[in-house]
Protein backbone atom coordinates (compact mmCIF):
# COMPACT_ATOMS: atom_id res chain seq x y z
CA UNK A 1 0.00 0.00 0.00
CA UNK A 2 1.47 3.16 -1.15
CA UNK A 3 1.42 6.32 1.29
CA UNK A 4 -1.28 8.61 0.57
CA UNK A 5 -1.09 10.46 -2.48
CA UNK A 6 -2.05 14.16 -1.01
CA UNK A 7 0.14 13.28 1.85
CA UNK A 8 3.04 16.58 1.31
CA UNK A 9 6.68 15.27 2.07
CA UNK A 10 7.64 14.54 5.64
CA UNK A 11 4.31 14.25 6.91
CA UNK A 12 3.55 10.86 8.17
CA UNK A 13 -0.07 9.16 7.75
CA UNK A 14 -0.79 6.78 9.20
CA UNK A 15 -2.35 3.80 7.62
CA UNK A 16 -4.14 0.20 8.06
CA UNK A 17 -2.06 -2.67 7.01
CA UNK A 18 -3.25 -5.97 4.91
CA UNK A 19 -3.84 -7.97 8.31
CA UNK A 20 -5.59 -4.96 10.08
CA UNK A 21 -7.92 -4.43 6.30
CA UNK A 22 -8.70 -8.26 6.86
CA UNK A 23 -10.10 -7.62 10.52
CA UNK A 24 -13.86 -7.60 11.70
CA UNK A 25 -13.77 -6.28 14.66
CA UNK A 26 -13.89 -2.66 15.21
CA UNK A 27 -10.62 -0.94 14.79
CA UNK A 28 -8.66 0.92 17.75
CA UNK A 29 -6.06 1.05 19.85
CA UNK A 30 -4.71 -1.62 20.66
CA UNK A 31 -3.81 -2.79 23.85
CA UNK A 32 0.92 -3.73 24.79
CA UNK A 33 -0.27 -7.01 25.60
CA UNK A 34 -3.45 -8.96 25.68
CA UNK A 35 -4.37 -8.14 29.00
CA UNK A 36 -8.15 -8.09 28.92
CA UNK A 37 -7.88 -11.90 28.42
CA UNK A 38 -5.15 -11.85 31.67
CA UNK A 39 -2.25 -12.96 29.69
CA UNK A 40 1.14 -11.62 28.96
CA UNK A 41 2.98 -12.75 25.38
CA UNK A 42 6.85 -12.93 25.59
CA UNK A 43 8.69 -13.69 22.88
CA UNK A 44 12.78 -14.58 23.52
CA UNK A 45 15.80 -15.61 21.91
CA UNK A 46 18.93 -17.53 24.16
CA UNK A 47 22.08 -17.97 23.27
CA UNK A 48 24.76 -20.01 24.83
CA UNK A 49 28.31 -20.00 24.86
CA UNK A 50 30.21 -17.51 22.22
CA UNK A 51 26.13 -16.50 21.20
CA UNK A 52 25.40 -18.90 19.73
CA UNK A 53 21.47 -19.96 19.56
CA UNK A 54 20.21 -22.52 21.79
CA UNK A 55 17.14 -24.72 20.24
CA UNK A 56 15.37 -27.37 22.03
CA UNK A 57 14.49 -25.54 25.21
CA UNK A 58 11.49 -26.92 27.35
CA UNK A 59 9.07 -24.99 29.44
CA UNK A 60 10.86 -26.73 32.14
CA UNK A 61 13.86 -25.14 31.30
CA UNK A 62 12.52 -21.85 31.29
CA UNK A 63 11.70 -19.24 34.19
CA UNK A 64 9.21 -15.87 33.80
CA UNK A 65 9.98 -13.27 36.64
CA UNK A 66 7.06 -10.51 36.67
CA UNK A 67 8.63 -7.56 39.44
CA UNK A 68 10.59 -10.53 41.22
CA UNK A 69 7.94 -12.92 41.25
CA UNK A 70 8.27 -16.22 39.33
CA UNK A 71 4.97 -16.75 36.96
CA UNK A 72 3.15 -20.17 35.81
CA UNK A 73 3.99 -20.36 32.13
CA UNK A 74 0.94 -21.39 30.69
CA UNK A 75 2.05 -21.75 26.94
CA UNK A 76 5.75 -22.42 25.64
CA UNK A 77 6.74 -22.67 21.85
CA UNK A 78 10.27 -23.07 20.16
CA UNK A 79 11.05 -21.27 16.76
CA UNK A 80 7.73 -19.66 16.62
CA UNK A 81 5.94 -19.40 13.49
CA UNK A 82 3.52 -16.70 13.99
CA UNK A 83 3.42 -13.76 11.24
CA UNK A 84 6.48 -11.71 11.31
CA UNK A 85 6.03 -7.70 10.72
CA UNK A 86 9.11 -5.36 10.41
CA UNK A 87 9.80 -2.09 10.44
CA UNK A 88 13.16 -1.01 8.66
CA UNK A 89 14.02 2.53 10.10
CA UNK A 90 16.81 4.18 7.77
CA UNK A 91 18.74 6.97 9.00
CA UNK A 92 18.84 9.77 6.19
CA UNK A 93 21.04 12.38 7.80
CA UNK A 94 24.37 13.67 5.94
CA UNK A 95 26.30 11.72 8.59
CA UNK A 96 25.46 8.81 6.73
CA UNK A 97 26.08 10.21 2.93
CA UNK A 98 28.95 7.57 2.30
CA UNK A 99 27.18 4.75 3.68
CA UNK A 100 23.58 4.47 2.13
CA UNK A 101 24.15 2.64 -0.75
CA UNK A 102 25.88 -0.11 1.57
CA UNK A 103 22.76 -0.12 3.36
CA UNK A 104 20.23 0.03 0.65
CA UNK A 105 21.69 -3.19 -0.84
CA UNK A 106 21.98 -4.85 2.76
CA UNK A 107 18.40 -4.29 3.57
CA UNK A 108 17.20 -5.33 0.55
CA UNK A 109 19.47 -8.42 0.39
CA UNK A 110 17.85 -9.22 3.98
CA UNK A 111 13.70 -8.27 2.72
CA UNK A 112 14.29 -10.52 0.41
CA UNK A 113 15.51 -13.67 2.68
CA UNK A 114 13.50 -13.25 5.30
CA UNK A 115 9.88 -12.10 4.11
CA UNK A 116 7.34 -15.08 3.91
CA UNK A 117 4.02 -14.84 2.14
CA UNK A 118 2.17 -14.27 5.33
CA UNK A 119 5.00 -11.26 6.52
CA UNK A 120 4.54 -7.75 6.14
CA UNK A 121 7.21 -4.44 6.52
CA UNK A 122 7.20 -0.77 5.90
CA UNK A 123 10.08 1.43 5.34
CA UNK A 124 10.77 5.11 7.51
CA UNK A 125 13.10 7.18 6.40
CA UNK A 126 14.28 10.12 8.39
CA UNK A 127 16.48 12.87 8.97
CA UNK A 128 14.87 16.52 9.66
CA UNK A 129 11.87 14.66 9.73
CA UNK A 130 10.37 10.81 9.82
CA UNK A 131 8.91 9.78 6.66
CA UNK A 132 6.67 6.53 5.57
CA UNK A 133 8.60 5.65 2.30
CA UNK A 134 6.33 2.04 2.07
CA UNK A 135 3.59 0.98 4.01
CA UNK A 136 2.85 -2.41 4.87
CA UNK A 137 3.82 -4.97 2.04
CA UNK A 138 4.73 -8.33 1.45
CA UNK A 139 6.43 -7.92 -1.36
CA UNK A 140 9.98 -7.59 -0.97
CA UNK A 141 10.09 -6.08 -4.48
CA UNK A 142 8.24 -3.16 -4.05
CA UNK A 143 10.02 -2.86 -0.62
CA UNK A 144 13.47 -2.81 -2.52
CA UNK A 145 12.17 0.11 -4.73
CA UNK A 146 11.40 2.17 -2.10
CA UNK A 147 14.81 1.63 -0.38
CA UNK A 148 16.10 2.46 -3.58
CA UNK A 149 14.90 5.82 -3.86
CA UNK A 150 15.99 6.83 -0.70
CA UNK A 151 18.41 9.61 -0.38
CA UNK A 152 20.25 11.70 2.23
CA UNK A 153 18.19 14.90 3.07
CA UNK A 154 21.76 17.18 2.82
CA UNK A 155 19.98 19.93 4.84
CA UNK A 156 20.20 17.64 8.28
CA UNK A 157 22.85 16.76 10.41
CA UNK A 158 24.65 18.69 12.93
CA UNK A 159 27.38 19.93 10.00
CA UNK A 160 24.70 20.46 7.34
CA UNK A 161 25.52 23.59 4.77
CA UNK A 162 29.09 23.27 6.63
CA UNK A 163 28.36 25.10 9.74
CA UNK A 164 28.36 24.45 13.08
CA UNK A 165 25.82 22.68 15.08
CA UNK A 166 22.80 26.25 15.85
CA UNK A 167 22.23 26.76 19.83
CA UNK A 168 18.96 25.33 21.03
CA UNK A 169 17.54 22.61 19.56
CA UNK A 170 17.60 21.84 15.63
CA UNK A 171 16.25 19.24 13.77
CA UNK A 172 18.94 17.50 11.95
CA UNK A 173 18.36 13.29 13.10
CA UNK A 174 14.60 12.74 14.40
CA UNK A 175 15.43 9.45 15.25
CA UNK A 176 13.71 9.08 18.27
CA UNK A 177 10.46 10.51 17.13
CA UNK A 178 10.72 7.83 13.81
CA UNK A 179 11.08 4.70 16.74
CA UNK A 180 7.84 6.05 18.57
CA UNK A 181 6.22 6.69 15.24
CA UNK A 182 6.84 3.12 13.86
CA UNK A 183 5.76 1.29 17.54
CA UNK A 184 2.82 3.46 18.53
CA UNK A 185 1.44 4.42 15.09
CA UNK A 186 2.05 1.26 12.47
CA UNK A 187 2.82 -1.57 15.19
CA UNK A 188 0.80 -1.21 18.02
CA UNK A 189 -2.58 -2.77 16.34
CA UNK A 190 -0.62 -5.14 15.28
CA UNK A 191 -0.53 -9.11 16.57
CA UNK A 192 2.42 -11.97 16.46
CA UNK A 193 5.63 -10.67 16.18
CA UNK A 194 7.00 -7.39 15.75
CA UNK A 195 10.67 -5.86 15.18
CA UNK A 196 12.17 -2.69 14.49
CA UNK A 197 15.30 -2.73 12.37
CA UNK A 198 17.25 1.09 12.93
CA UNK A 199 20.25 1.40 10.67
CA UNK A 200 21.84 4.61 11.47
CA UNK A 201 24.59 6.06 13.49
CA UNK A 202 22.23 6.38 16.84
CA UNK A 203 22.45 10.00 17.45
CA UNK A 204 19.01 11.71 18.01
CA UNK A 205 18.74 15.44 17.70
CA UNK A 206 15.92 17.81 17.56
CA UNK A 207 13.35 15.25 17.68
CA UNK A 208 10.04 16.17 19.90
CA UNK A 209 10.11 12.39 21.78
CA UNK A 210 13.16 11.38 23.85
CA UNK A 211 14.49 8.30 24.42
CA UNK A 212 12.58 7.09 27.42
CA UNK A 213 9.23 7.78 25.13
CA UNK A 214 10.41 6.01 22.53
CA UNK A 215 11.40 2.94 24.63
CA UNK A 216 7.61 2.90 26.14
CA UNK A 217 5.90 3.01 22.80
CA UNK A 218 8.05 0.04 21.57
CA UNK A 219 7.37 -1.87 24.74
CA UNK A 220 3.63 -0.98 24.60
CA UNK A 221 3.72 -2.43 20.61
CA UNK A 222 4.98 -5.06 21.88
CA UNK A 223 8.28 -4.68 19.81
CA UNK A 224 11.98 -6.14 19.52
CA UNK A 225 14.50 -3.81 18.43
CA UNK A 226 17.74 -4.41 16.68
CA UNK A 227 20.23 -1.51 15.90
CA UNK A 228 22.97 -1.84 13.21
CA UNK A 229 25.47 1.08 14.18
CA UNK A 230 26.86 2.50 11.04
CA UNK A 231 29.11 5.28 10.90
CA UNK A 232 30.77 6.91 7.73
CA UNK A 233 34.36 6.65 8.32
CA UNK A 234 34.96 9.75 5.46
CA UNK A 235 35.59 13.40 6.79
CA UNK A 236 31.97 14.03 7.75
CA UNK A 237 32.05 10.27 9.31
CA UNK A 238 31.54 10.57 13.40
CA UNK A 239 34.20 9.65 15.21
CA UNK A 240 32.86 9.25 19.11
CA UNK A 241 30.24 6.85 20.07
CA UNK A 242 28.15 8.79 21.74
CA UNK A 243 25.06 7.21 20.27
CA UNK A 244 25.68 3.35 20.96
CA UNK A 245 24.75 4.00 24.53
CA UNK A 246 21.24 5.62 24.01
CA UNK A 247 20.94 2.13 21.54
CA UNK A 248 21.96 0.18 23.63
CA UNK A 249 18.93 1.38 25.93
CA UNK A 250 16.71 1.23 23.59
CA UNK A 251 17.56 -2.77 22.42
CA UNK A 252 18.05 -3.87 26.38
CA UNK A 253 14.81 -2.84 27.20
CA UNK A 254 13.33 -4.25 24.21
CA UNK A 255 15.28 -7.78 23.55
CA UNK A 256 16.97 -6.72 21.15
CA UNK A 257 20.35 -5.99 19.98
CA UNK A 258 23.10 -3.74 18.93
CA UNK A 259 25.75 -4.28 16.05
CA UNK A 260 28.49 -2.01 15.71
CA UNK A 261 28.70 -2.16 11.58
CA UNK A 262 31.28 1.21 10.86
CA UNK A 263 31.48 1.23 7.35
CA UNK A 264 32.26 -2.43 6.89
CA UNK A 265 30.29 -4.34 4.57
CA UNK A 266 30.47 -7.99 5.71
CA UNK A 267 29.56 -6.64 9.46
CA UNK A 268 26.71 -5.64 8.12
CA UNK A 269 25.96 -8.70 6.39
CA UNK A 270 26.75 -10.52 8.96
CA UNK A 271 24.28 -8.55 11.20
CA UNK A 272 21.21 -9.16 9.11
CA UNK A 273 22.45 -13.00 9.02
CA UNK A 274 22.05 -13.07 12.84
CA UNK A 275 18.49 -10.77 12.88
CA UNK A 276 17.24 -12.93 10.74
CA UNK A 277 18.38 -16.17 12.64
CA UNK A 278 17.12 -14.75 15.87
CA UNK A 279 13.89 -14.13 14.05
CA UNK A 280 13.34 -17.49 13.07
CA UNK A 281 14.27 -19.13 16.28
CA UNK A 282 12.29 -17.13 18.96
CA UNK A 283 10.68 -19.14 21.74
CA UNK A 284 7.01 -18.07 22.67
CA UNK A 285 5.74 -17.90 25.80
CA UNK A 286 2.84 -16.39 27.64
CA UNK A 287 1.67 -16.63 31.13
CA UNK A 288 -1.19 -15.12 33.27
CA UNK A 289 0.27 -12.33 35.75
CA UNK A 290 -0.14 -12.81 39.61
CA UNK A 291 -0.71 -9.09 39.71
CA UNK A 292 -4.59 -8.70 38.46
CA UNK A 293 -4.10 -4.86 38.86
CA UNK A 294 -4.79 -3.63 35.84
CA UNK A 295 -3.58 -0.10 36.79
CA UNK A 296 -1.60 0.90 33.96
CA UNK A 297 1.72 0.35 35.89
CA UNK A 298 4.73 -0.98 34.46
CA UNK A 299 5.92 -4.21 34.98
CA UNK A 300 9.28 -5.46 35.12
CA UNK A 301 9.80 -8.81 33.35
CA UNK A 302 12.96 -11.34 34.17
CA UNK A 303 13.12 -14.56 31.78
CA UNK A 304 15.96 -16.88 32.80
CA UNK A 305 16.68 -19.91 30.85
CA UNK A 306 19.37 -23.03 31.65
CA UNK A 307 20.55 -26.41 30.02
CA UNK A 308 22.18 -28.99 32.03
CA UNK A 309 22.02 -26.67 35.14
CA UNK A 310 24.65 -24.00 32.80
CA UNK A 311 22.90 -20.70 32.69
CA UNK A 312 22.19 -19.36 29.11
CA UNK A 313 21.90 -15.66 27.71
CA UNK A 314 18.40 -14.32 27.08
CA UNK A 315 17.36 -11.97 24.85
CA UNK A 316 13.70 -10.85 26.40
CA UNK A 317 11.92 -7.04 26.78
CA UNK A 318 12.50 -5.98 30.24
CA UNK A 319 8.66 -5.46 30.89
CA UNK A 320 5.66 -4.12 29.94
CA UNK A 321 2.65 -1.48 30.51
CA UNK A 322 -0.56 -3.05 32.42
CA UNK A 323 -3.38 -2.09 30.33
CA UNK A 324 -5.33 0.68 32.56
CA UNK A 325 -9.54 -0.97 33.41
CA UNK A 326 -10.23 2.76 32.41
CA UNK A 327 -8.87 3.19 29.00
Not at 212 to 233: C, G, M, N, P, T
Amino acid sequence: MAPAPDAPPGVFVPQKSNAQARQTQPSGPAPAFEISASLVNLFFVVRGPHGKLVPNLTRADCAIYEDNIQQTIQSFAAESNLPLTLGILLDTSLSQQRVLPMEQRAAAAFLHRILKPEDEAFLFSFDVDATMLSDFTGSAHNLTRAIDAAHINSNSGNFANGTLPSIGHPKGTVLYDAVYLAANDKLRQETGRKALILLTDGEDEGSDQNLKSAIEAAQRADAIVYVLLIRDSGPLGIANDAGGGPMRKLTQATGGDVFKIGSNGRKMQAAFDQIESELRAQYEASYTPTNKARDGSYRRIRVECQRNGQALQVLARRGYYAESSGR
